[in-house]
């Protein structure tokens, strides 16, 4: 652990802002941009296709979506769709795998000239316009995958005035719901698919930093700058928590949540828990530390806190086992904690650049364990820099219970049987 170099898995040509794992193809999509500003910088959603060879892992870009003017700054996958923060409102896009074209043109006939003339027509003219009023294709060649992405919906998000930004999205467990947070400090809560507004109410004086909603929709949690981290059961407020209730040497004021996860229990089905990260308000010459809280998620009641660095947090991710917790920081660096003690397992410092906007595990689905190959964990990091890293915890040897046991008794029968041959009297 340390400051080392860590290869670049992918490099887009823009700032990256969010990434997610599709549980179902294993594509990464990722996304960013330059925003409005006329700099040159386009903004784009990147899918990315991802192998494991041998023990390496390695990204390919298969389909390239560009948001026109818009940068992508969060995302959340639901199923087969997209919800995109794009300033002040959430885009809504689906996304298909289409059948390679060669395989296409060999079921209509292969050297024919109706295939032949499908073919031309895919590389431009008349065709091309055909494919891209169907929902911008990706332009790749005849045996790669096909991706399109077609927008479908939209709603507006943020209401702030003077600079309307949408600063987290995330869909409930069960797709019934679409939840959004921005600059207004307004929780809004839409009925999914239908974008009807649901619930639209004042959650935080000043920005949302973070949400979450709980397995079984019963709880809200928000995090916002107001130093507040709040459970909502509905839109009424269950309660505030109080990271610091038995810290004395913690100043009031003096720290800010600044995200929130909810993280299952490894071999325990109806368990929860809340993990919350805190920040210093304000920078000193010499940098406090930062803290990490795990909370009972059920009557969110604190379980441990710990300290995670003078190295301020940007961003936090926990498994789909909610086995490790993945932290980076705004001076790029990287770090992998298991769930259970909050002790530091994977560490690299200034792995990036600059900012780590967003951190996203290999999800817990066949796709995503035939990536993750011989490692208990991996992760993949975006950063301002415009790269995309991986991150892995190789598998840590473990034995078999039984086996422990076995040779605990073998333990025991020799220490009698020595104290026998010591003392002939004993037992």
């Not at 003096?254 to 929860?272: A, W």
């Not at 900012?355 to 190959?373: E, H, I, M, N, R």
């Amino acid at each position: 652990m340390g400051k080392r170099r860590m290869p670049d898995l992918y490099r887009a040509p823009f700032p990256l802002y969010t990434i997610k794992v599709d549980p179902k193809t294993g594509w990464v999509i990722t996304a960013g941009g330059g925003g409005g500003s006329k700099t040159g910088i386009k903004n784009a959603v990147h899918f990315l296709g991802l192998e494991l060879v041998g023990d390496q892992h390695c990204a390919t870009l298969v389909h390239s979506h560009d948001t026109d003017t818009r940068a992508t700054m969060n995302l959340a996958i639901g199923g087969d769709v997209i919800a995109a923060g794009q300033d002040g409102r959430c885009s809504l896009m689906r996304f298909r795998q289409h059948q390679p074209r060669g395989k296409a043109a060999a079921k209509d006939g292969g050297g024919s000239e109706q295939g032949a003339a499908r073919r031309r027509a895919g590389k431009g003219g008349k065709g091309s316009e055909g494919a891209a009023a169907r929902g911008n294709v990706s332009e790749m060649n005849d045996n790669t995958t096909q991706i399109s992405v077609d927008t479908f919906g939209e709603v507006q998000s943020d209401l702030n005035p003077q600079d309307p930004l949408q600063k987290c999205v995330r869909f409930s467990p069960d797709l019934s719901l679409l939840l959004t947070g921005g600059t207004d400090g307004h929780i809004r809560v839409w009925e999914y698919p239908s974008l009807k507004e649901k619930l639209d109410f004042k959650a935080h004086e000043g920005e949302i930093e973070d949400l979450d909603i709980s397995p079984n929709n019963k709880h809200l949690v928000t995090v916002g700058r107001d130093f507040a981290c709040s459970i909502w059961s509905g839109n009424q407020l269950a309660m505030s928590l109080c990271w610091h209730e038995k810290m004395p040497q913690i100043a009031a004021k003096s720290y800010r949540y600044m995200s929130c996860r909810f993280g299952k229990v490894e071999d325990q089905k109806d368990t929860l828990r809340l993990y919350t990260v805190q920040i210093p308000h304000k920078r000193d010459r010499k940098p406090p530390q930062c803290y990490l809280s795990k909370w009972d998620g059920q009557n969110f009641l604190p379980m441990l806190t710990n300290p995670c660095g003078t190295e301020v947090i940007s961003t936090l991710a926990v498994s789909d086992s909610g086995t490790f917790l993945g932290l980076g920081t705004v001076t790029g660096s990287v770090a992998i904690y298991v769930a259970f003690s909050l002790q530091k397992l994977y560490y690299v410092q200034e792995s990036h650049g600059i900012v780590v906007t967003d951190l996203a595990f290999l999800p817990d689905t066949p796709k995503g364990q035939s990536l993750k190959g011989n490692n208990e964990a991996a992760m993949l990091s975006v950063a301002v820099d415009s790269r995309c890293q991986m991150h892995t915890v190789r598998n840590r040897r473990s034995f078999p219970i039984w086996l422990v046991l076995f040779f605990c008794g073998l333990m025991v029968v020799g220490a009698v049987l020595l104290l026998r041959h010591l003392f002939p009297g004993f037992i």
